[in-house]
C-alpha cells in the first residue's frame, strides 16, 4: 500500500530494490521506517548490503501487481514484462501444438534453458530431462515480490543463469489466516480462470519461531481456435502461399487454406485423390481446415500445497525448512490424426475398385510399384508384366482420419521438493548458511485418438476373399480408398492409446560464510565501511527417465512423433566466493565507490570443468545519482536430454527448395544441384516433393560428447535518486550478452539448412558434398518428409557451435507523490512506473559456416517469435488520501516487426510483410472495505485489440499458432476479473 508519510530517503531506498521501484513492485514500505538501512541480500550477490542498491540491473515485481493483473499463475505475469520474450522454448498456457504441459518464462530471448529460477535463493526443482522448471508450481498468493535479473549470474548461482535469474521471494514470518479467491471471464466467451487459496500461519510463543501453510487451487479453461474468429480456419497468405482462383480473401489478404492431409485421403505419389464413389482423380486442391480443434489457451487444474517454516534457537542455530508439493493436468488438443506415410497396399485388395486399381498399379509411372525405387513394393510378377493378386504397389497415403477422434495428450505433474537448512551468526560481522534438498517430478503424459502404424499397413493387404493376408491380432481390413470409408470395426483395430512417464530428481548442497573484515580492521582508509566476502561449495546431482511405451519408443504411429527413450544423470562439484571492497565513501564527488568480484569453478563428471567469473564497479558521486558496470562470464551445461536423446523424427516448418513450393523462396535451387542430392529429375519442381502443410521432416536427438555454452555479458548504466525532485527514480542500463558454443543443430532449423545447401550466395560451387547437403536426406522419390527415421529427413541433432548475441537498453522511472503538496489537499497521492526496453540488436549464427542472422524487429520461420525493438509498460495509479482505494491503468505497447524472409532473404510479400504496433490498456483497481476485506476487479484489453492475422505455417507451431502468435499478443480478448482478500 502506498504510504504518504515517508521520509525522503526511506522512500528513495524503497523504491531502488534493485534498481526497480515499489511501485511495479508492490511492496508496502512502512510507516514507521527510519532513516537507518538494514542490510539485505538482493538478487545477483550472496552478500548482503546497507541499502537496497544493485550493481546488475534488477526488476521487481509484487503481490500488488499480481492484484492489479488479476493474474493466478507467475509464468502469465512474468510473460508481460519487456525483457521476456515468447521464444521456440517456451511453454505457456497458449503453447498447444507442441507444448509440454510446462509454464516457463524466457528472458531475453535467449530460451528458457538459460534462464535459472530460484525460490528464495534456491533453485527450483526441474520439471523434465530439458532441466526447465514450471513455474506453475509456485503459487502467486504465497509470493512476497519477484526479482528478475538479466544478464549472466553464473558465478553467484551457478549454471543456466546465462540471460539471467528470476529470483521468487515467498512470504515471510506470515501470522493469521488469509483466504483469497478470483474468477476472470472473457468478454467473447471461454477461457475463464478460477482460483481459490489460504494461508494460515502461527508464530511460537517466544517469538523465535513460525510456520506458514498454504494452499492453492486454479481452475483455468479452454479457449479453442473455433471461438475466436481469427482461429476458425487455417489461413495462408494470398501472396506468399497462394490461394486457388476465386476463393474469398480475409483478414487483408489470407485465404482459407489448412492441410493437403484430407478426410477424402490422396495419393503423393501419383497426385491422385479418392472420391465417395471410389474413383482416384487428380487432387483438385482441397485441404483440411485443422485449425478448430486447437487451442488458443490450455485447460488447466492445478493443486499447490506447502509450508515453510523456521526456528531460531539462538543467534547463532536458525532452522529452516520449505515443502512444496504441486500436481497440476494440463489438456493439449489436436485435429485428429494426419496420416502421411508410405503403404504397402496389394493388386488383389476387394476395397480397391477397378478404376482406382488401373490408377494405382497399371497406370502407375511414379516408381511407386518399382522395387527399387520403393521398399516393399514387388510390382508385377506375372506373365507378360501382369499384376497378381498378392503383388504389391507402394502407395503414400495423405489422410485425416476424421471419425477417429482428436489427438489428446494430458500432462499430468506431480512436483515435490524439500528444502532444509541452517544459518546463523559465528562471530560479530560473520554468518553461515548451509542447506541441502531434494525434489522429484512425476510427469505422466496420456495420449488418446491415434493409430498403430503397423496395424494401419496390416489391414491394407487384403486377400481377395477380404480376409486380412496377415489375421493376427483380430485384423480387420482397412477400407481408404474412398470417403468417409473408415467403420468402427477398423477404427477399433487400429486405434492407440499411448502413454509415458518421466521422472527427474535434483539433489542439491550449498554451504556458505558471510563475513565483514572490517570487523578485523579490513578496510579502505578512504572508506567507512569494510570489506565483506563470501565463500563456499555446492554439489548438485540431476538426474532424468523418460519411460514411453512400446509404440511411442518404436514410432508406431501415425499421427503423434516417436519420442524415444531417455535416461541419463550428472553431477557437478563446485566452489565459489564473491569479495565486495567498498574503496572510497563521503568525499567530494564521492559519495560512495564500490567494487565486487565473484568467482566459481565447477567441475562436471560429463562435460569437464568450468570457470565462471563477474567484476562490477558502482560510482555514486552524489547522493543524486551512481553510475553502475558489470561484467560477467556465465555458463550454461547440456542438459540430460541434450546429452542423452536418441534421435527422433519431428515435423518442422520448412519448404523444399526443389519442390514446387521452392518457387516462393528468395532464392532459387538448380536442378543439377537437386539430382545430385537425391531428386530423381522427373520429380525436379513438381508438387510431389512439396513438404504438407509446410511441415517438413526432421530427425533430432542428444550428443553426449556436448560441451557447457558460454557467455559473456557486460552491462553499464546509471541510477537516478535526485533529491531534488522528491519521489523520483530513474535507471538506465545498457546490456550486451553474447553466447558461444550454444547448444543446437548445425544450421539451427530446417530452413536454414536447406537454404545452405540450395542457395548459390551460400553453397556457391554448388557441391553436394557442401556440409549443408550432408545434413538433407532424401527418400527414393527425393522427398523430405516421412514418419519413420528411415525416411527423407534433414538431420538437426545437437553440436556445440552456434552463437547467439543480444544488446540493448533497459530503463524504469518511477515518481510517486502526494498531491497535497501540489495544493490539492485530501485528494490522495499517485505513482507513475515506466519500464521498458530498446532491443538495438538480436543475432544468432548457427555455425560459423553461416551468415549472421539480424532478428531485432522480425518474426518468422528463420527468427521464431516477433521480438519487437521497442517494449514498455507504463502504469499509472491513483491513491485514496486514506490509502483504502486505488485505481490504476496501464500501457502495454510492442512496436512493430517484419516478416523475416523480406529482411533477410529479399522476399517481397505484402500481406504478412509487416505486423504493426501493438497498443494494450488495462484498468483495475483495489477497495479495502475495512482492514481484514480488500475486494478488486479489472479489465484487461479495455479496447478489445484483437491479434494480428498470419499465415498458419509462418513459423514453430508451438508460437505460431491459431494464424497469429498467442504467446506474444492477446488472443482472450477482452478480460474481466474479480478478487478478494479475507483476512482473520
Not at 530471448?109 to 535463493?121: H, I, K, Q
Not at 514410432?555 to 574503496?583: M, S
Not at 550432408?774 to 541433432?797: E, K, M
Not at 505455417?953 to 508460437?959: D, P, Q, R
Request: glycine share 12%.
Amino acid at each position: 500500500m502506498f504510504q504518504t508519510n515517508l521520509d525522503k530517503r526511506s522512500l528513495r531506498s524503497a523504491l531502488l530494490l534493485g534498481a526497480a521501484s515499489a511501485a511495479v513492485a508492490g511492496l508496502s514500505v512502512p510507516a514507521s521506517a527510519q532513516e537507518t538501512t538494514e542490510t539485505v541480500v538482493v538478487t545477483g550477490s550472496r552478500i548482503p548490503q546497507a541499502g537496497l542498491y544493485s550493481t546488475s540491473p534488477v526488476t521487481a515485481v509484487g503481490q500488488q501487481e499480481f492484484k492489479y493483473q488479476g493474474a493466478t499463475n507467475v509464468e502469465s505475469l512474468l510473460r508481460q514484462l519487456p525483457a521476456t520474450v515468447a521464444s521456440a522454448t517456451s511453454d505457456n498456457s497458449t503453447a498447444n501444438n507442441g507444448s509440454g504441459g510446462e509454464e516457463n518464462i524466457d528472458l531475453r530471448g535467449l530460451g528458457s534453458n538459460r534462464t535459472l529460477v530460484l525460490v528464495d535463493g534456491k533453485r527450483l526443482v526441474p520439471a523434465d530431462s530439458s532441466e526447465g522448471v514450471d513455474l506453475s508450481i509456485i503459487p502467486p498468493t504465497m509470493v512476497d515480490h519477484i526479482e528478475v535479473l538479466t544478464g549472466g549470474a553464473s558465478a553467484i548461482y551457478g549454471a543456466d543463469a546465462v540471460a539471467g535469474v528470476v529470483n521468487v521471494i515467498l512470504r515471510k514470518n506470515f501470522e493469521g489466516m488469509e483466504v483469497d479467491g478470483s474468477f476472470t471471464a472473457t468478454g467473447q466467451g471461454g477461457g475463464g480462470t478460477k482460483d481459490v487459496n489460504a494461508i494460515l500461519g502461527f508464530n511460537s510463543a517466544n517469538g523465535k519461531g513460525n510456520i506458514t501453510i498454504y494452499g492453492d487451487y486454479t481452475d483455468r479453461d479452454a479457449l479453442l481456435q473455433s471461438q475466436r474468429a481469427l482461429g476458425k480456419f487455417a489461413l495462408h497468405d494470398g501472396f506468399f502461399e497462394g490461394c486457388l482462383p476465386n476463393v474469398p480473401l480475409f483478414f487483408g489478404g489470407f485465404c482459407h487454406a489448412g492441410s493437403t492431409l484430407i478426410q477424402e485421403g490422396l495419393d503423393f505419389n501419383t497426385g491422385l485423390m479418392f472420391t465417395p464413389d471410389r474413383t482416384a482423380v487428380p487432387y483438385d486442391g482441397r485441404t483440411f481446415n485443422f485449425a478448430p480443434f486447437n487451442y488458443y489457451q490450455t485447460p488447466d487444474t492445478r493443486y499447490t500445497f506447502g509450508a515453510e517454516g523456521h526456528y531460531e534457537v539462538d543467534k547463532m542455530l536458525d532452522f529452516y525448512t520449505r515443502l512444496t508439493f504441486a500436481d497440476h493436468v494440463v489438456h493439449t488438443q489436436l485435429a485428429p490424426t494426419p496420416i502421411i506415410a508410405p503403404f504397402n497396399i496389394n493388386f488383389g485388395n476387394p476395397l480397391i475398385s477397378d478404376q482406382e486399381r488401373q490408377a494405382l498399379f497399371i497406370n502407375n509411372d511414379s516408381g511407386g510399384c518399382d522395387p527399387a525405387l520403393s521398399p516393399g513394393a514387388t510390382g508385377p510378377t506375372g506373365p507378360n508384366g501382369t499384376f497378381l493378386p498378392g503383388d504389391t504397389c507402394q502407395l503414400f497415403l495423405g489422410r485425416r482420419l476424421v471419425g477417429n477422434g482428436n489427438r489428446v495428450t494430458d500432462f499430468e505433474y506431480a512436483a515435490y521438493q524439500m528444502v532444509i537448512g541452517v544459518r546463523g551468526d559465528l562471530a560479530p560481522g560473520w554468518s553461515y548458511d548451509l542447506s541441502a534438498q531434494y525434489g522429484h517430478t512425476l510427469n505422466t503424459q496420456r495420449l488418446t485418438g491415434d493409430a498403430s502404424a503397423a496395424r494401419f499397413q496390416q489391414g491394407l493387404l487384403v486377400n481377395p476373399d477380404g480376409t486380412c493376408e496377415d489375421p493376427s491380432g483380430g485384423c480387420v481390413p482397412i477400407d481408404i480408398f474412398a470417403t468417409d470409408s473408415i467403420t468402427p470395426a477398423q477404427k477399433d483395430f487400429f486405434t492407440l492409446a499411448m502413454a509415458a512417464i518421466q521422472r527427474t530428481e535434483e539433489w542439491d548442497t550449498v554451504g556458505s560464510v558471510t563475513g565483514d573484515l572490517g570487523s578485523w580492521g579490513l578496510r579502505s582508509p578512504w572508506a567507512k565501511d569494510g570489506v565483506s566476502v563470501v565463500g563456499g561449495g555446492e554439489y548438485r546431482q540431476e538426474k532424468s527417465r523418460f519411460m514411453p511405451d512400446d509404440n511411442l519408443q518404436t514410432g508406431n504411429l501415425l499421427g503423434f512423433g516417436p519420442e524415444p527413450a531417455v535416461q541419463g544423470q550428472y553431477n557437478v562439484a563446485e566452489g565459489f566466493g564473491e569479495i565486495r571492497i567498498p574503496l572510497v565513501e563521503d568525499v567530494p564527488f564521492v559519495k560512495a565507490l564500490t567494487v565486487h568480484g565473484a568467482y566459481r569453478y565447477s567441475s562436471y563428471n560429463i562435460e569437464g570443468s568450468t570457470n565462471t567469473y563477474s567484476y562490477d564497479a558502482q560510482w555514486a558521486p552524489t547522493e543524486d545519482f551512481l553510475i553502475r558496470a558489470s561484467y560477467q562470464r556465465a555458463a550454461r551445461a547440456p542438459n540430460i536430454g541434450e546429452l542423452f536423446s536418441p534421435q527422433a523424427i519431428s515435423q518442422l516448418p520448412g519448404t523444399d527448395p526443389c519442390s514446387a513450393d521452392g518457387t516462393q523462396l528468395g532464392y532459387t535451387a538448380s536442378k543439377t544441384l537437386c539430382e545430385a542430392t537425391g531428386v530423381p529429375a522427373a520429380n525436379f519442381g513438381q508438387n510431389a516433393l512439396n513438404c504438407p502443410s509446410s511441415q517438413c521432416t526432421a530427425v533430432v536427438g542428444g550428443n553426449p560428447n556436448l560441451k557447457p555454452e558460454l557467455s559473456d555479458s557486460r552491462s553499464i548504466g546509471v541510477v537516478l535518486t535526485p533529491t531534488f525532485f522528491d519521489g523520483f527514480t530513474a535507471t538506465v542500463d545498457y546490456y550486451n550478452i553474447k553466447v558461444t558454443g550454444a547448444v543446437g543443430a548445425l544450421g539451427g532449423s530446417i530452413a536454414a539448412v536447406l537454404q545452405g545447401c540450395y542457395d548459390p550466395a551460400i553453397n556457391v560451387s554448388q557441391d553436394p558434398n557442401f556440409a549443408f547437403c550432408q545434413l538433407v536426406h532424401r527418400d527414393s522419390a527425393g522427398r523430405i518428409f516421412s514418419n519413420s527415421l528411415s525416411g527423407g529427413n534433414v538431420l538437426l541433432t545437437n553440436v556445440n557451435t552456434a552463437v547467439i548475441k543480444t544488446k540493448g537498453i533497459d530503463w524504469e522511472v518511477n515518481y510517486q507523490h502526494d498531491l497535497a503538496d501540489w495544493g490539492m489537499p485530501g485528494i490522495g497521492s499517485f505513482a507513475v512506473n515506466w519500464v521498458g526496453t530498446w532491443l538495438d540488436s538480436y543475432q544468432q549464427q548457427a555455425d560459423p559456416t553461416q551468415p549472421i542472422l539480424e532478428c531485432k524487429g522480425l518474426f518468422g520461420d528463420i527468427c521464431g517469435a516477433p521480438d519487437p525493438e521497442w517494449k514498455h509498460n507504463l502504469r499509472l495509479t491513483w491513491y485514496s488520501p486514506d490509502n483504502d482505494i486505488s485505481i490504476s491503468g496501464r500501457w502495454r505497447h510492442l512496436s512493430g516487426v517484419e516478416f523475416d524472409e523480406v529482411k533477410i532473404n529479399g522476399f517481397f510479400d505484402p500481406v504478412s510483410q509487416f505486423i504493426p504496433s501493438f497498443d494494450y490498456f488495462d484498468l483495475s483497481g483495489t477497495w479495502q472495505v475495512h482492514p481484514g476485506l480488500e475486494l478488486r476487479a479489472g479489465i484487461d484489453n479495455i479496447f478489445q485489440k484483437d491479434p494480428p492475422p498470419v499465415d498458419q505455417g509462418l513459423a514453430a507451431s508451438n508460437i505460431d499458432s491459431g494464424n497469429t502468435f498467442p504467446g506474444t499478443y492477446d488472443v482472450l480478448g477482452r478480460t474481466f476479473f474479480v478478487g478478494a482478500t479475507a483476512k482473520f
